[in-house]
Protein backbone atom coordinates (compact mmCIF):
# COMPACT_ATOMS: atom_id res chain seq x y z
CA UNK A 1 0.00 0.00 0.00
CA UNK A 2 0.99 3.43 -0.55
CA UNK A 3 0.03 6.82 0.72
CA UNK A 4 -2.31 7.54 -2.13
CA UNK A 5 -4.15 3.81 -1.51
CA UNK A 6 -4.00 4.84 1.90
CA UNK A 7 -5.61 7.84 1.31
CA UNK A 8 -8.31 6.77 -0.68
CA UNK A 9 -9.16 4.43 1.58
CA UNK A 10 -9.80 6.61 5.04
CA UNK A 11 -11.51 9.08 2.35
CA UNK A 12 -13.52 5.96 1.46
CA UNK A 13 -14.22 5.35 5.07
CA UNK A 14 -14.84 7.62 6.55
CA UNK A 15 -17.39 8.78 3.96
CA UNK A 16 -19.22 5.16 3.82
CA UNK A 17 -19.06 4.75 7.85
CA UNK A 18 -21.62 6.96 8.38
CA UNK A 19 -24.01 7.47 5.64
CA UNK A 20 -26.38 4.26 5.47
CA UNK A 21 -24.32 2.69 2.31
CA UNK A 22 -21.83 0.30 4.16
CA UNK A 23 -18.51 1.06 4.70
CA UNK A 24 -17.24 -2.79 5.39
CA UNK A 25 -18.89 -3.20 1.72
CA UNK A 26 -17.06 -0.31 0.10
CA UNK A 27 -13.88 -0.65 1.62
CA UNK A 28 -14.12 -4.59 -0.06
CA UNK A 29 -14.62 -3.13 -3.37
CA UNK A 30 -12.22 -0.32 -2.77
CA UNK A 31 -9.28 -2.67 -1.87
CA UNK A 32 -10.20 -4.56 -4.98
CA UNK A 33 -10.24 -1.84 -7.78
CA UNK A 34 -6.84 -0.84 -5.91
CA UNK A 35 -5.07 -4.50 -5.75
CA UNK A 36 -4.61 -4.21 -2.15
CA UNK A 37 -4.85 -7.49 0.13
CA UNK A 38 -7.66 -6.92 2.66
CA UNK A 39 -5.55 -9.51 5.05
CA UNK A 40 -2.61 -8.00 4.69
CA UNK A 41 -3.62 -4.47 6.09
CA UNK A 42 -5.61 -5.47 8.90
CA UNK A 43 -3.47 -2.77 11.35
CA UNK A 44 -4.39 -0.07 8.62
CA UNK A 45 -8.12 -1.54 8.83
CA UNK A 46 -8.38 -0.72 12.68
CA UNK A 47 -6.62 2.47 12.34
CA UNK A 48 -9.27 3.79 9.83
CA UNK A 49 -12.01 2.56 11.76
CA UNK A 50 -10.58 4.40 14.90
CA UNK A 51 -10.72 7.94 12.57
CA UNK A 52 -14.26 7.02 12.17
CA UNK A 53 -15.09 6.13 15.85
CA UNK A 54 -12.96 9.42 16.77
CA UNK A 55 -15.13 11.45 14.57
CA UNK A 56 -18.27 10.42 16.04
CA UNK A 57 -17.03 11.10 19.49
CA UNK A 58 -16.18 14.68 18.59
CA UNK A 59 -19.52 15.45 16.81
CA UNK A 60 -21.33 14.37 19.70
CA UNK A 61 -18.81 15.05 22.55
CA UNK A 62 -21.24 17.07 24.57
CA UNK A 63 -23.86 14.66 24.40
CA UNK A 64 -21.26 11.93 25.12
CA UNK A 65 -19.65 13.61 28.08
CA UNK A 66 -23.07 14.00 29.51
CA UNK A 67 -23.78 10.57 29.63
CA UNK A 68 -20.26 9.46 30.98
CA UNK A 69 -20.35 11.82 33.71
CA UNK A 70 -24.31 10.59 34.82
CA UNK A 71 -23.00 6.73 34.79
CA UNK A 72 -19.97 7.81 37.04
CA UNK A 73 -22.24 9.89 38.90
CA UNK A 74 -23.75 8.79 42.71
CA UNK A 75 -27.07 8.76 42.82
CA UNK A 76 -27.17 11.33 45.69
CA UNK A 77 -25.61 13.57 43.52
CA UNK A 78 -27.85 12.78 39.87
CA UNK A 79 -30.84 15.23 39.37
CA UNK A 80 -33.69 14.54 36.82
CA UNK A 81 -31.47 15.38 34.00
CA UNK A 82 -28.94 13.23 35.54
CA UNK A 83 -30.96 10.39 35.93
CA UNK A 84 -32.24 10.44 31.97
CA UNK A 85 -29.03 10.67 30.99
CA UNK A 86 -27.50 7.69 32.76
CA UNK A 87 -30.96 5.80 31.41
CA UNK A 88 -29.92 6.41 28.24
CA UNK A 89 -26.28 5.32 28.48
CA UNK A 90 -27.77 2.08 30.19
CA UNK A 91 -29.88 2.09 27.30
CA UNK A 92 -27.11 2.53 24.65
CA UNK A 93 -24.93 -0.40 26.52
CA UNK A 94 -28.25 -2.87 26.20
CA UNK A 95 -28.55 -1.80 22.51
CA UNK A 96 -24.98 -2.85 22.10
CA UNK A 97 -25.39 -6.56 23.36
CA UNK A 98 -27.06 -8.00 19.98
CA UNK A 99 -24.25 -6.83 18.02
CA UNK A 100 -21.16 -7.87 20.54
CA UNK A 101 -23.27 -11.67 20.86
CA UNK A 102 -23.02 -11.50 16.55
CA UNK A 103 -19.44 -10.88 16.48
CA UNK A 104 -18.51 -13.53 18.89
CA UNK A 105 -21.38 -16.60 17.42
CA UNK A 106 -19.83 -15.74 13.79
CA UNK A 107 -16.39 -15.01 14.54
CA UNK A 108 -15.04 -18.25 12.41
CA UNK A 109 -17.20 -17.22 9.44
CA UNK A 110 -16.07 -13.38 8.81
CA UNK A 111 -14.00 -13.71 6.30
CA UNK A 112 -15.99 -16.12 4.22
CA UNK A 113 -18.80 -13.37 4.33
CA UNK A 114 -16.05 -10.84 2.66
CA UNK A 115 -16.50 -11.43 -0.74
CA UNK A 116 -16.99 -9.12 -3.24
CA UNK A 117 -20.21 -10.61 -4.94
CA UNK A 118 -21.97 -11.17 -1.85
CA UNK A 119 -21.42 -7.55 -1.37
CA UNK A 120 -22.87 -6.79 -4.35
CA UNK A 121 -26.29 -8.54 -2.88
CA UNK A 122 -26.23 -7.25 0.32
CA UNK A 123 -26.07 -3.81 -1.20
CA UNK A 124 -29.07 -4.58 -3.08
CA UNK A 125 -30.87 -5.63 0.17
CA UNK A 126 -29.47 -2.82 1.93
CA UNK A 127 -31.22 -0.44 -1.28
CA UNK A 128 -34.50 -2.31 -0.56
CA UNK A 129 -34.40 -1.77 3.21
CA UNK A 130 -33.42 1.35 3.45
CA UNK A 131 -36.50 2.21 1.35
CA UNK A 132 -38.67 0.41 3.22
CA UNK A 133 -37.98 2.46 6.00
CA UNK A 134 -38.91 5.68 4.55
CA UNK A 135 -41.80 4.60 2.58
CA UNK A 136 -43.90 3.01 5.44
CA UNK A 137 -42.30 4.58 8.68
CA UNK A 138 -41.07 7.79 8.27
CA UNK A 139 -43.47 9.51 10.18
CA UNK A 140 -42.86 8.43 13.66
CA UNK A 141 -42.87 11.38 16.53
CA UNK A 142 -40.95 9.47 19.76
CA UNK A 143 -38.46 11.37 21.15
CA UNK A 144 -37.27 9.14 24.06
CA UNK A 145 -36.01 5.17 23.94
CA UNK A 146 -35.99 2.61 26.44
CA UNK A 147 -34.82 -0.78 26.62
CA UNK A 148 -37.12 -2.71 24.20
CA UNK A 149 -36.59 0.19 21.75
CA UNK A 150 -32.36 -0.70 22.49
CA UNK A 151 -33.01 -4.55 22.08
CA UNK A 152 -34.79 -4.10 18.60
CA UNK A 153 -32.60 -1.26 17.50
CA UNK A 154 -29.30 -3.50 18.50
CA UNK A 155 -30.93 -6.45 16.70
CA UNK A 156 -30.78 -4.43 13.35
CA UNK A 157 -27.42 -2.90 13.87
CA UNK A 158 -26.21 -7.15 14.47
CA UNK A 159 -27.66 -7.57 11.13
CA UNK A 160 -25.31 -5.30 9.69
CA UNK A 161 -22.25 -7.08 10.31
CA UNK A 162 -22.32 -8.78 6.87
CA UNK A 163 -20.37 -6.50 4.51
CA UNK A 164 -23.05 -4.56 2.24
CA UNK A 165 -25.34 -4.32 5.06
CA UNK A 166 -24.91 -0.38 6.69
CA UNK A 167 -24.96 -0.24 10.32
CA UNK A 168 -25.97 3.23 10.39
CA UNK A 169 -28.39 2.68 8.17
CA UNK A 170 -30.32 -0.22 9.85
CA UNK A 171 -29.82 1.41 13.17
CA UNK A 172 -31.57 4.35 11.93
CA UNK A 173 -34.21 2.13 10.14
CA UNK A 174 -34.93 0.18 13.62
CA UNK A 175 -35.53 3.50 15.68
CA UNK A 176 -37.82 4.27 13.02
CA UNK A 177 -39.64 1.13 12.71
CA UNK A 178 -39.88 1.40 16.76
CA UNK A 179 -41.68 5.16 16.65
CA UNK A 180 -38.50 7.13 16.62
CA UNK A 181 -39.19 10.63 14.94
CA UNK A 182 -36.24 10.58 11.78
CA UNK A 183 -33.55 12.29 13.66
CA UNK A 184 -34.30 11.11 17.14
CA UNK A 185 -33.57 7.42 15.38
CA UNK A 186 -30.38 9.05 13.67
CA UNK A 187 -28.33 10.49 16.79
CA UNK A 188 -30.00 7.57 18.80
CA UNK A 189 -27.73 5.32 15.48
CA UNK A 190 -24.45 7.62 16.03
CA UNK A 191 -24.71 7.16 19.89
CA UNK A 192 -24.94 3.63 19.67
CA UNK A 193 -22.26 2.92 17.24
CA UNK A 194 -20.24 4.23 19.92
CA UNK A 195 -19.76 0.87 22.34
CA UNK A 196 -20.30 -0.98 19.08
CA UNK A 197 -16.74 0.46 17.41
CA UNK A 198 -15.06 0.53 20.68
CA UNK A 199 -15.77 -3.28 21.29
CA UNK A 200 -14.79 -3.98 17.63
CA UNK A 201 -11.55 -2.03 17.99
CA UNK A 202 -10.36 -3.96 21.37
CA UNK A 203 -11.23 -6.95 19.69
CA UNK A 204 -9.31 -6.14 16.49
CA UNK A 205 -6.59 -5.01 18.40
CA UNK A 206 -6.60 -7.89 21.03
CA UNK A 207 -6.76 -10.29 18.33
CA UNK A 208 -4.25 -9.54 15.76
CA UNK A 209 -1.70 -11.78 15.05
CA UNK A 210 0.64 -9.34 13.33
CA UNK A 211 1.57 -5.95 12.55
CA UNK A 212 1.32 -5.25 9.04
CA UNK A 213 1.27 -1.19 8.41
CA UNK A 214 3.35 2.20 9.03
CA UNK A 215 3.11 4.79 11.24
CA UNK A 216 3.12 7.72 8.25
CA UNK A 217 0.23 5.44 6.27
CA UNK A 218 -2.10 5.00 9.37
CA UNK A 219 -1.78 8.61 10.03
CA UNK A 220 -2.55 9.47 6.39
CA UNK A 221 -6.01 6.52 6.98
CA UNK A 222 -6.45 8.21 9.95
CA UNK A 223 -6.73 11.66 9.26
CA UNK A 224 -8.79 10.93 6.08
CA UNK A 225 -11.26 8.98 8.07
CA UNK A 226 -11.56 11.79 10.74
CA UNK A 227 -12.42 14.62 8.34
CA UNK A 228 -14.25 12.96 5.88
CA UNK A 229 -16.51 11.27 8.83
CA UNK A 230 -17.14 14.33 10.56
CA UNK A 231 -18.29 15.49 7.10
CA UNK A 232 -20.56 12.62 6.40
CA UNK A 233 -22.52 12.85 9.80
CA UNK A 234 -23.29 16.25 9.60
CA UNK A 235 -24.60 15.16 5.95
CA UNK A 236 -26.49 12.19 6.12
CA UNK A 237 -28.40 14.64 9.99
CA UNK A 238 -29.33 16.86 7.13
CA UNK A 239 -30.79 14.15 4.50
CA UNK A 240 -32.57 12.33 7.02
CA UNK A 241 -34.24 15.21 8.37
CA UNK A 242 -35.05 16.42 4.57
CA UNK A 243 -36.34 12.43 3.71
CA UNK A 244 -33.66 11.55 1.42
CA UNK A 245 -33.12 7.80 2.03
CA UNK A 246 -34.53 7.01 -1.32
CA UNK A 247 -31.31 9.19 -2.75
CA UNK A 248 -29.02 6.30 -0.59
CA UNK A 249 -31.45 3.09 -1.64
CA UNK A 250 -31.09 4.39 -5.20
CA UNK A 251 -27.24 4.72 -4.79
CA UNK A 252 -26.64 1.08 -3.11
CA UNK A 253 -29.06 -0.53 -5.46
CA UNK A 254 -26.72 0.92 -8.56
CA UNK A 255 -23.69 -0.49 -7.31
CA UNK A 256 -24.61 -3.18 -5.86
CA UNK A 257 -25.87 -4.04 -9.36
CA UNK A 258 -22.85 -3.31 -10.99
CA UNK A 259 -20.76 -5.51 -8.34
CA UNK A 260 -22.86 -8.12 -9.33
CA UNK A 261 -22.92 -8.17 -12.72
CA UNK A 262 -19.03 -7.85 -12.82
CA UNK A 263 -18.73 -10.60 -10.84
CA UNK A 264 -20.66 -13.18 -12.35
Not at 42 to 59: K, M, P, Q
Not at 107 to 127: K, R
Request: charged share 15%; hydrophobic share 55%.
Amino acid sequence: MDALEALILGIVQGITEWLPVSSSGHLVIAQELLEVPANENLVFDLVVHLGTLAAVCVYFRKELGRIVLSLLMTKAHRGEQENKLRKLGLVLLVGTVPVALAGVLLTDYIEDIFELELVGFALIANAAALLVFERFWSKGTGKNTNFIDALVIGTFQAVAIMPGISRSGMTLGGGMVRGLERETAAVFAFLLSVPALVGAFTYGVLTLEQYDTTLYLSGIGFVAAFLTGLASISYLLKAVRAGKLWVFSAYCAVVGLAVVLLTL
